[in-house]
Each structure stands twice: as C-alpha cells, then as structure tokens.
C-alpha cells in the first residue's frame, strides 16, 4: 500500500495524543494524577493540539476535504465513520473537562468524566486500528497483533509525550503527587516495560510468514497456485491501482528501515527511561530525546506499516 | 451537411420497459439515496449514422452529438458488418476526431525538409502550387508523378484519377500489405481471404486460422469466432504465438516463420497418401483433370491442351473406351491420373497428377518437414486426419436445392465444414504467394471452397482467374491512361517493361522482377525515385502512409533519402513531396507542401465495390461515410481536393468541354454521377432515377439520401439459391451478371494448376515475344512454377547468414490500435505507450537474457535497443512485439518525454527493404519474386546484450548508413 | 445506506466468457466512452499526451499466461529461466515447443458483490448497493473522497478521480439498462453491447430461470476468491480445456492404413475411380 504521507501523520500524532489523552484521563479518574492542575490542563491541550493536526492532516487525505463532516453519518458500520465521530466527541469533552478540572482532587463528577473520556480516547484509537485491520484486502493488517499495536503504540508515545510534560512542570511541582504519579520510577518502569511489550509483539508481527496469497492463480481463478502470470497488464503505464495498491519495498529498505524503526522506538527510548531513572537531573532531556526519538520511530513503523503490507489486487498484475 | 436522423433517438416513454431479458421493477425503488441519478437521460441530441474509419473494418456507428459535440459513437445495430459491436478503436474514434495532432491549415516547407519548418497558407496558394508543379510534370512527361495511398479506401477515385492523369505510377499499399494474399487468391480461385472471402461462420465445424492476428475484418471474424466458440467448432490457430485469436484457439501450432508452406505441402501429402480427398469436387470446379502437355522444350509445354475451339481437354473413359473431351463437358466421368496421347501425338498429363507427384514426393512427408516447421510428424497427421474428419465425415447436406451452371438441378448443397483462412503470417513472407497458394489447394481437395461450412467468396467474388483487368500500359490523346494502372497480368505482354525487359514503372511492379504486382510496390517507390532506378520522377503524391516512419522499411535509409540533395544540382533528388495527411504524423516533416485532410467525421467516402468492398458471403454491400459534424479548422477532404486539383489541371472526366469542374459538388457529386461504365458507378445501391435498381442503372440524384435513409449502406442478400457453389452456381452467376460483378455467366473453374504462372516460364526458356533479360531468366524460371512448392531463406529473399542472424522478428496488430493513428488517442494510449520484445524463455536462455533486460536486437542495416520479456506462448527462435507503437520523438503532437519514443520502438529499423546482393551484385526488391509483396516477416536478426541491461531507455544505431548509387 | 440492503431477489450483474474473450478491449474502451460523457462522468484523463498516461476506466483488460504446471509467477534470472525449460516435459503438443498452456484474457470490472466490504466501509454512504437490484454504485455528491472502498475492494474494481476528488466505478450501466431514452435493445451495458465476440452477458443472476444464469449453470461461472466473502454477483465462464486431440470421436479406423503405397503405386488407384463431373 501507498505510505501517504498524510495518513503517516494522522495516524502517528493522533495515536500520540489519544493515548496522552487516555493516561492523563486514568491518573486523574484513580486520584493518581498531579495536584496542579497546569500540568493537567497542559496534558489535556497537548493531546488536542495532536488530535487535531492529525485530523487535519486526515482531512487533507480527502479529495473533497470540506464534505469531511459528511465522515459522521455512517457510524453503524464503518469503522472510519466511527472514528470520526468518537475523535469528535472527545474535543468538546476535552474542553470542558479542561476548564473544569481543578487538581487532582477533583469531584467525583469530573472524575467520573475523566473516565469516560479515556474510554472515548481509548475507543478512538480502537477505531482508528479496525479501519485498517478490518480489511480483508491486506493481509498483513488481519493480523491479530495489529489493533494492539496501534494501542500499545497510542500508549506508548501518549506516555513519553506525558513524561515529557511532567519533566518540563517537574521544577514547579515540588511536592506534586506528579512526583509521586509519573515522575515515580514505578511509572517510568511501567512505561519502559510497555515499551518492551510492545517492541515484542512488534517483532513478532514483522516476523510473521507474509506468505503472497492470493496468488495470481487464485485472483484469476484461472488455475492452481503458480500456475498464472500476467503477460500484459491493461495498461503499460501506471495507474492508480498500482500508486495506491501496488506500492512494493525492496527488502533490503524494509530492512533498513525496520532497523531504523526498532532503534528510534525501542532502544533509544528506553535508554532515555533509564537515564530518567537514574540521573533525575537529566530527566528533562532525557524526556526530550526519548519522546522525539518515538515519534520519529513510531512515524517510520507506520510508514512500514502501508508500505510493507499487499494489497490482493497486486495479484492481478504479478 | 445533410440532415441528421433527428428522431433516431426515441423520445423518453415512447418505449415502455417491462420486465424483458432482465426481470425487474422500476417503480418500488426506496429512499433513493442518488439524488442526482437520472436513469432516463438521453444519450444526445442527434444521433446520425455513418461508416467508421477507425480501421479499414468499416462497421457501420451511430455518432451522437451533444450540444454539437461528439459525446457517443456506438455500434449500428442492423448493419451488416458489425451487427452493432463496435472495437477499442471505433469507441475511441470521439478521442482521435478531437486529437491535437489534427493538421489545420494547408503547410509550406520553409526549413530544410526533414527540420519540421512551415509556413501555413491558404488552400488557393496551396493548390496553385500543386497545380503547377503537376501541370509541369503533366506536359512533360505524367509518370514523373509517383502517387501512392497507404491505408486508404478511396482507390476507386485515386486509381482513376492517376489513370486521367496518365501516369503509371500509381498504386495503394497493397504490395506492402497483402497482395500475396490477394494475388494468390484471384489467381487461384478468384477469390481470397482477406477481407474478400470468410469462413462460414455458422456451419463450420473446424477453421485452421493460419497466420492471422487481427485482419480487416476484425469485428466479423471476432463475432464469427464468438459463433464458432458458442457452438463448440475447434479452432485450431497455426502461428508462432500465441495471443488473441490464437489464445481462444483450441489448440496452438507453433510453426517457425516462413514455413507454412512446408506445413500445408505435408497436410496435402498426408491426404493424398491416405486418400482423403474430395475427386468428386475436383473435377467438377477445378482444373485437375484438364491435361498438361508434357513436351520439355516446346513453346507450348505445361500449358493446357486445348481443342480447335480453345477449350482444354480431359481424358474420359466411356464404356471403357479412352477418349478425349472438352474438360468443361458437364456429365462426363474425367480421368485424373494417368498419361493421354493427344490429338497431336503428343502426350497430356492431368493437372491432378502432376500435383500428386509434387507432393507425394519425400520432401513433403510430415517427417522431412517436421523439424524445419517445429511441428511433430504425429501432429502434422493428425491435423490432416481432422481436417479430413472433418470434411467427409462430418459433411453437411443442406435442404436447399440448387441449378448448376450446366442447368443440372441438385436436390440438396453437400457441405464440406472445414473453413480456412489466412493473412499476413502467411503473406508477409518472400514465398507467401506460393504458400498462399498451397493453402487453396489443400482446401480444394477437401472440396472446401464455398460449400456449406468451408471457406465463401464474398460478392463480387469469385471473379474470373484472374479477374480480366490488366493494368493500363498506353496513354491516349487526351494524355490518360487505357486502364486504371492496376490490374492483372495474364501473360508476359501485358507487363510493364520496355524493348529491352526494364521496368517501365517506378516501383518495377509489372515488371520480370515482380509480374504479378498487382497492387503495386509502394515499398519501392522512395528507393527506387532516389536512386534513379529506372529512373527519375518529379513529384511523389503520397495520401495518407504514414513512409517516414513505421510504413517503411529501413525507416533511417529511407528518411535519409527523402532529404538526400543531388550534389550535382544541390537539388532534393525527389524534388517535390506533397503530402496528404489528416494528422502531424512523422512523414509530415518529410513533405514540402502538406495538404490536411479531414477526419472521418467530416466528409464524405465511398466504400465501393470497384473497391475494397464490405460485402459478406450472404450480400453484396457497399457504404457510404456523411459529415457528421462540420470541420472546425482549415482543411479540406481530399477527394474533393483532388477531383478540383483535376479540374484545375484539366483531367479527361474532371472538366467539362467548357472547362469548368465537372464535379463542382466535390466528392459527393462524384459519388452519385460518375458512371465508370454506363450504369456503374461507385455506389451500386438504389440506381436508377428513381432509386428502383441495383447494380446497373442510370444514377439517382437522391442516391445519397437513400443511402443515409438506411444507416449509410447497402445490403443486398444473394438469392438462397444462390449462396454457396458460386463460381458454378447459375442463380449465383445470373445474379451476378445482373449486378455488374461479371460479364458473362460462365462457370468459373479454380485453378489446382496455373498455366498463367507456366507462361512466364515459358518465356523465361526462351519462348514468345516478351522474355525476360537474360539475367532475370533463371529467377522467372524458378519462381513461376504452375503447381505451388516451398521454398526457404535458400531463396534469394533474405539469405542473411543463418548463422550471423540466427532468430526471427515479427509484429503482431495490436487489436486496439490501428497502426500509427492509435498513439494520438488519448484513450488508446492509456492502454499500450510502449512495447516490448517478446521471446521465449529457452530462446532467452540460450541467448543470456533475462525477463525485463534491455537488450540489442541487430540486423545488418541498424540495431534497436529493447526491452525483452519472456512469453510461453511464442515458438523457440521466434522474437515479437506490437506493431507500430514506437513513435518518432515529437511526432503525432504527444510530449518529447512520451514513453512511445523513450522505450516504444520499431522493428522496421531492421528490415531492409532490399534483398540481400546476388551473385550479379544485384539486389531487387525484398519481396515475394511473384508479386512484389514486402517480406516484412522474413527478417532475420540477432541478440547483443546490453552492458547495463537494468537501464531503461530504447535507441537506434545504424550499422549501414546510406550510400548514394554510384 | 452504507449498511447493506437485504439481500434482494433481483441481482444483475455481467457474465464473462474466457473461454471467447480475445483480450480486444473494446469493452474497456466502450465503458470509457459511455460513461466519459455521460451523468457519470467526466473519466478523468491526465497526461492524455505526455510522459504518463493514465486515467479513471471502469473495465480493464488483463493477459495472462496460464501454464499446465506451477511455475514460478516471472522468472527473473537467465538460471531460473534454465531451469524453469529444463524442468518442463514436454508431454504431447508439438514436439520441441510442447507448452500445454494457454493465454487468457481477463477482463476486471466491478463484481457487484452481494456482500461488499466497498460499501460497508464507507463513511459517508456514498458508497451503496441498491436494495432493488443489486447494483453497487456511488454517489458522486456524497463521496468525500477517503478511499477506503478502493481499499477494501480486493477486484481493483475502484478507480480514484483526482479530478473530482471522488471515487469512480462501473454502474453496471444503470443509467443505460433501465433507459426508456433508448431503445429497447440498447437497454444493455455498453461494454456488453460492444463486445466484439460476444463474450459479455448481462442479466439477472438471481433468477435461476434467466439465459445468464443457465450459461452459469453450463459452463460451471465462477467467482474469483470466494473466500474472501464478497460473495460477488458476476460470474466468469472459465477457458474451456484445450483440444488438441480430435474434436468428437477418435477417428474412424485409421484411414492411413487403407492404402499402402508399397503395395500399390501410389497413382495406380486413382485411375479407375469413376469420378462424375
Ligand atoms: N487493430 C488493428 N487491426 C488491423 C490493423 C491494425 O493496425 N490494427 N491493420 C490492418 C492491416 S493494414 C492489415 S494488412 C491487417 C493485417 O492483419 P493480420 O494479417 O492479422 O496482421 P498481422 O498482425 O501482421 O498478423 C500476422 C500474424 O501472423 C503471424 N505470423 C508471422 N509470421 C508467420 C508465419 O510465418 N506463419 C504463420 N502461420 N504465422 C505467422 C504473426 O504472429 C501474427 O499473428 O490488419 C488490419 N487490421
Ligand atoms: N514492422 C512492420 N511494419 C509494417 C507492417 C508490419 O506488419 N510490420 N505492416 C505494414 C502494412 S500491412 C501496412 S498496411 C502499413 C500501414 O501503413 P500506413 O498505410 O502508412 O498506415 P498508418 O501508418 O496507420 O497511416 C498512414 C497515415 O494515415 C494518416 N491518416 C489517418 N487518418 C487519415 C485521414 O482520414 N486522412 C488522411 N489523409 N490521412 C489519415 C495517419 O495520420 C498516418 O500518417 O504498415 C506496414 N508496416
Ligand atoms: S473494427 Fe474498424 S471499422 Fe469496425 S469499429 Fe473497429 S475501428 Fe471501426
Ligand atoms: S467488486 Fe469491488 S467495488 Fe465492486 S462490489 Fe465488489 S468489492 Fe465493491
Ligand atoms: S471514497 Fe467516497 S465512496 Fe469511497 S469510501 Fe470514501 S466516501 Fe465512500
Ligand atoms: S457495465 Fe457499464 S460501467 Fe460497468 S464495465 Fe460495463 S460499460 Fe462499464
Ligand atoms: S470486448 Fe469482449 S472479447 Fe474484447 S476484451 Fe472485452 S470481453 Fe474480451
Ligand atoms: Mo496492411
């Protein structure tokens, strides 16, 4: 599949923010979120300015970007639909729940809201994943390790961009149950450790056998497997079939780039988190470089993501 | 413009639809989510009928116009050629009628020719032009002019024309296209296939497709195929690949190019050594009784013995007496083989026997011939076995009595379902008329030549062997020629030579080197005007053959000659080149004044039977193209344009005795009025003042109404009587006679043995007034050998050394583009803008290519680089691609960078036009020694790898440059 | 409705013989035409005259090489390629060409699935199936142009417009077949009206009765990958074997055994054949 660019975008900086969006929701719904409620707000407005880039950058993707409100109508079955609307949602209840939130010891109505928006949060990401795992055409994406992955990856960059807000409100928080919350070892450990969840079902999914079914003989129907090739193809130029579906990598790039992707979200992060854990001073630019080196990596696993996975139409041209 | 068919299109409701075909209620459709969705637009606001000229098919199309745009052409459905289907092409005309490459102003070379530099002018400028330069060579001497049409319909005006002008040095592209074919076939059977004769498509039980790909007929053949795959006929398709046609085709022979003949001379040895022929057939339609004269070194042997009236004789035995008969006796019972004593004393063989002897013999056994085609002895038996099967024991009586040309009268019409039919693969080749040939001959022992199931003639055909017309030689007072200067040689005085045996036609058609060039050789024409051999013309009059590029062979060479200077005078050695071309095609730049041509949406044509016509087995018809749509450039039709150049000129039957145009109405006046023997003119329906007649009649002001009245044709079925047996079918003959196809109702007898061909050899040993130069005689000699035989690249045709050039190259047609005219479609391009080679995979191992390399492809004249991809379906040794895709860079208005000229190629940089030296140091013409028909298959080539073969990117590399004639 | 409409009796659809089709594509070129001009047009053409031309068909015309045997989909290197001839018997056919394979052309348009994910994906509905029959179609007005159906459909049945910014596909015609402008034997799909050899049927597959769904019921019309579950209404009529063996019956008691040249001079039996002219 054609990497769009936009669609990279989109789903990367929204994944980020969703999942910031969820964390932040949990720890003020348990109580476990900072008393002050700058950072919360801080949190809050992050997660929006990211949802709502890569919305826009969503947005972009159409051809006719300003029917994008005609997305709502179909939330009974499309999973787009239904993204749509949920990603929606969550921005009047963001807004409210900002202007709303006093410390972490909020009421238990804006508690019982910070819950319900981490559940549409978490259920946008859901979404987001089923578009794309619920297609039958890629292969690839009806893995099972695909939605997860979209969530943990949510979680995970959500979690470093949180990181990154408590390190930059650490200074100002001194007794700040942020301290106690995010800054704690116990939550860079959580962290770290879904980091190397989510770095193992990651592996497991690049490893996975993509075998080539359907082959030709089967999209034809002509024959048994192997025994059909195209001798000419309707068209000797491109077409939009083949830009949008017949993207292939070498192996070689995908290689490369997976190695790249590994480093950049796994290894450097963690080495970050550790940094973190060990030299607190460092904290700050530790956050920094871990949460740029995700989003850079994250962004390259979701370029791999299109990029590597085959579209049965292929079939038809091989 | 005349009127369209306004109320073609039914008014919305004059129709009811109820459940039909397709069961469904149009009513109970729920909350309709498509607001916008109208079901019931109309397809235009007019929709006119007309003739397509997207290829030379010519099926007949509804054009719908909306808001005076072409917005639909779609298939006429009652017309008799296309029943409505329409091809990629003719969908897509919409795209080439508002191509960019459309010319639109008449264009004066101001640059150096070949450099593209105009000036626009007016068409009064353009014409005085023309004018003078046609007037000076008229005065002076008419065949400096050499006028030649390509892929034309409008021979019947152009061959005329010429013939008022008084040149000889007319033809249309025939000679580079299929004259083996056609030449075979009227001298034969007096008929062919092309597009003159076609399988029977509903009664056929078995069809040998030999070496076709697309033929003119392409939308008939594809439903006459469609028919054949309904009811479950085998196909069999000989053919070194296997694509179209061929895929459908229940089973492939892959034969190596050129040896068809090897095949059919084995199928024919194989039903004569098991029997399997049709005696009956023969003797009553054929020459295969009529006895030989076999007396080495007289003026007469081989010919046929003939009584005091002229007749040829046979030997009968009656009540066991030997006696000798006229051959055309009905109700004798003729002997085949055998030897006769002559009136004379002399001794008389049957034709059939002299036939069996040639192809029992050894050479034509399946397991000598076996490996020279690539098709096992067991396959070669069996196909005779079916084809034999086929024919005898699966033959047809058709319930449908019939009257002999003897007046004997037949209860039922015995049908033998086997139908052949042949083109280019067969044609294209140096031997492709004696191959044609051998086919007619394998069909007539099958007693498969217009009977139930097998091959039909197509009105007028059959004609008589060879149809009477020769070629015009004298010129008369008024300066025009005795005959149209095409036609049919019958014997050594009707060729076009001089006292000395030269040639006395630019193109040497007609002459020893090419007797039989019956369409001429416009292959020739540029080599020949250019090196002065035999001699210099002024003006070439090219219509509409795209010779600058993929219409030529040896394209550099040639290009080189068109802009080659005479050193000695600093002149263009062709002088003036007018061109006549409806779109920026590569020769455009090649001409110094461009005359542009309509499209076919906006004049007038004449699909004429003293043409090319589009009749089928059941009906001669004919057919008329209308301006659909008015031109919205400066250009004009060009019959018109020449029927007022003649005018100007003052052509015999083009100015009145006062001097003004006789045809100031332009083509469609023409059409109408112009008779070319009383009663006949080009349209031969609805004759006669008041439109009553057919065929012969005095011509109908309002001919052209009726014509458009009835979807722009003419269709007029052949009596039920009448259908098959017609070359000895009186119904068939009266019926025929009545309409001016024939002028006497005599039988037609096909010809197993061609005396015609034994004439020339005769003269070749040394007998009659006309003989060839001595150095051609050896060459006449061989060549012209009465029964068909194969011969090889031993030939003097193309004997590059096997060794040097070791595989095969030819094209295929594309069935969604039309030579060069296909790429300036927007719509066709997007299917096909490049080609590749296409080979085996054991012929590219052997040759170290890999699929998708960019390899060499060498011939002794130049080398191209392509790409090359493997296909299963092409025979080891053999190399293709699609024809004509390659462009010229910057042609045809498409982009520099346009993948047509970056990676799409040309094979015809590779192919000489000129046949290897021979041991004279002469070389002729690369073309059938018989009729003159371009070898394009015959090309021999070989692999050079590429050191980068990953790099894209096609080039051309010339390995002999030209060298002027010393 | 992007959700489906209940399964309805009526369901037109195309049937498409590959054992006729000759690969000529003039039912791409007829589709291309129709609907260019027509309510659901323009097709969009980009780079009519340049480097890369390319635009929006509703039909395209695949070749393929079938073999008898797998082999592998393109051999890519001269050594596979050896060993790809070596390793093929050569079982019948014609000596050293023995290729038992064949060539099929494949013409790919929408399927007009009962079951299509094409639609249920769309967001904006604009991508439906109509409950009376069957016909999946879009609606230009409401497509945002997300692209998502061209995704999910696995018969590249989609062809995205830039030009438009919506997406495009085959109408089975539906501005054609129900026409009451035209006339009654023109109420038929463009691309099927123009088929040369007559390779394309229209009609109601969901009538068991119908000549569509008896030529379906002949010659044994699939559907091509079924197991995704698309459950497509089309049907294509597979290539029928090849013979390369006689037609019916082998044949009758081998008449090359009738006559024996050694015995008898080959011309000698001829000579008394009464033969009647
Ligand atoms: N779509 C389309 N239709 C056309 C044309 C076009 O350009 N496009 N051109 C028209 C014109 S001008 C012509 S002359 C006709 C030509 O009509 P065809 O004769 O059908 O045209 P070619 O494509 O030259 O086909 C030659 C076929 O012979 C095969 N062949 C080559 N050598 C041999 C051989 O030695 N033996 C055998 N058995 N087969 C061989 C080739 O593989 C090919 O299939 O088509 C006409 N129709
Ligand atoms: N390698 C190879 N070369 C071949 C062949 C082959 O099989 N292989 N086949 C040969 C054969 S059989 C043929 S017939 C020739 C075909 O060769 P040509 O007869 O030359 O056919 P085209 O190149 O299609 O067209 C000639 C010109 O007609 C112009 N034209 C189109 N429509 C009109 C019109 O309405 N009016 C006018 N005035 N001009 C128009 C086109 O622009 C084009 O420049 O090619 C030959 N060349
Ligand atoms: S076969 Fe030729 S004449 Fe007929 S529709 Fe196609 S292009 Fe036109
Ligand atoms: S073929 Fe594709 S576009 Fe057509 S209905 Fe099926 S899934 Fe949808
Ligand atoms: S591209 Fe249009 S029709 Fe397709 S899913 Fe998106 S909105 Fe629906
Ligand atoms: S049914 Fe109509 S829209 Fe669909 S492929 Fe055929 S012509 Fe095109
Ligand atoms: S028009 Fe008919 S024969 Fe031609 S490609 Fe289409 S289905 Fe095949
Ligand atoms: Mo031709």
Redesign the interface.
Known sequence: MRPALSIVFFTTLSGAGYGLWVLIAIAVAIGAAPADRLTIVAALLTGLALTSIGLLASVAHLGKPLRAWRALGQWRSSWLSREAVLALACVPLCLLLAWRVESVHSGLRIRIGFAVFALLAAATVVCTARIYASLRTVRAWRDWRATPLYGLYALQTGGLWLWLLVAIAAPRTAEGAIGAAAGSSAWLAALAAGIVLTSALQRAYWRRPDDARPDTAAATGLGPPGSVAAMEAPHTEENYLLREMGFALARRHAERLRAIASRTLFALPLLAIGMGLLLPAWALPAAIAGTASAMVGVFVQRWLFFAEARHVVQAYYR | MPPCDRMAEPPRRRFRYHAGAVRMRTTDQPRMPHAKLDLHQPTGDTVTTTTCYMCACRCGIRVHLKDGKVRYIDGNPSHPVNRGVICAKGSAGIKQHYSPARLSKPLLRVGERGAGEFREIEWDEALALATEWLGDVRRRNPDELAFFTGRDQSQALTGWWAQQFGTVNYAAHGGFCSVNMAAAGLYTVGGSFWEFGEPDWDLTRYLMLWGVAEDHDSNPIKLGLGKLKARGAKIVAINPVRTGYGAIADEWIPIQPGTDGLLAGALIHELLRTDRIDLDYLVRYTNAHHLVIRAPGAADDGLLARDAQGRAICAVREDAELRLAPADLPGIAPLVVGEYMLEDGRIGVPAFQLLTERYLSDDYAPDRVAARCGVEAATIRRLARELAEAAFDQAIELDQPWTDAYGRTHATMTGRPVAMHAMRGISAHANGFHTCRALHVLQMLLGAIDTPGSFRYQPPFPKPVPPPNRPGRDRKDNGALDAGPLGFVHGPQDLLVDAAGAPRRIDKAFSWEHPFAAHGMLQSVIRNAWAGDPYRIDTLLLFMANMGWNSAMNVGQTRAMLTDRDPATGRYRIPHVIYVDAYASETVELADLVLPDTTYLERHDCISLLDRPISDADAAADAIRRPVIAPDRDVRPFQDVLLDLGARLGLPGMTREDGTPRYPGGFAQYMVEHERAPGIGLLAGWRGVDGELHGVGAPNPGQLERYAEHGCYWHHAVPPSARYYKMANRDYLQWARGLGFLGSEAPITLELYSERLQRFRLAARGHGAVQPPDGERARVERYFDPLPFWYGADGEAVEADAEAYPLSAITQRPMFMYHAWGSQNAWLRQIAARNVLYLNARTATEHGVADGDWIWLASPLARIRVQARFHGGTAPGTLWTWNAIGKRRGAWRLDGDAPESREGFLLNHLIDELAPAREDGRRLANADPVTGQAAWFDLRVRIERDPAPREPGHRVEAIAPLRRPS | ???L?PKGR?K?GLVI??????????C???C???ND???FGPLE?HD??????????FN???????????????????EA??A??TAAPSSG?????A?T??????P?SCLHCETP?CV???????S?K????GIV?V?E????????C???????AR????H????QKCTLC??R????????????P?CV???????RH???LG?PD??VSQLVAEREG????P????EPVNR?L???P???????SA??AS??D??D?AALP??????D?????
């Not at chain 3, 394979?101 to 494949?106: A, E, L, P, R, Y």
């Not at chain 3, 009206?193 to 390779?199: D, E, F, G, L, S």
């Not at chain 3, 080959?266 to 000579?271: E, K, T």
């Open positions: 409705m992007t959700a409409p009526v037109l013989d590959l054992d006729t089709c000759v690969g000529c594509h003039a791409a070129v007829a291309k035409e129709w001009g027509g309510q053409d009519a005259y340049g480097a890369e031309p390319d635009g929006v068909w395209r015309v695949h070749s393929y090489q079938v073999a008898a045997q797998a082999v592998p989909p393109l051999v890519r290197t001269v390629a050896a790809a001839v056919g014609c000596g050293a060409q290729d394979g064949m060539t099929v052309h494949f790919r994910a249920t994906v769309c967001p904006t509905g604009a439906y109509r409950a009376e029959d179609l609606d007005e409401r497509c945002i142009g997300c692209q998502l061209a995704w999910a459909c696995p018969y590249g062809e995205f417009s830039e438009h910014g919506t997406m539906v501005d077949i129900y026409n009451e402008r035209l006339a009654p034997e023109d109420r038929q463009a009206k123009a088929c040369p050899t007559r390779a229209f009609g109601d009538d119908s000549a699939y559907a091509p990958m197991e995704l579950g698309y294509y597979p290539p029928r090849r013979r390369a063996a006689p037609p019916e044949p009758a008449a090359d009738r006559y040249p080959p011309l000698l039996r001829w000579l054949r009464a033969l009647s002219r």
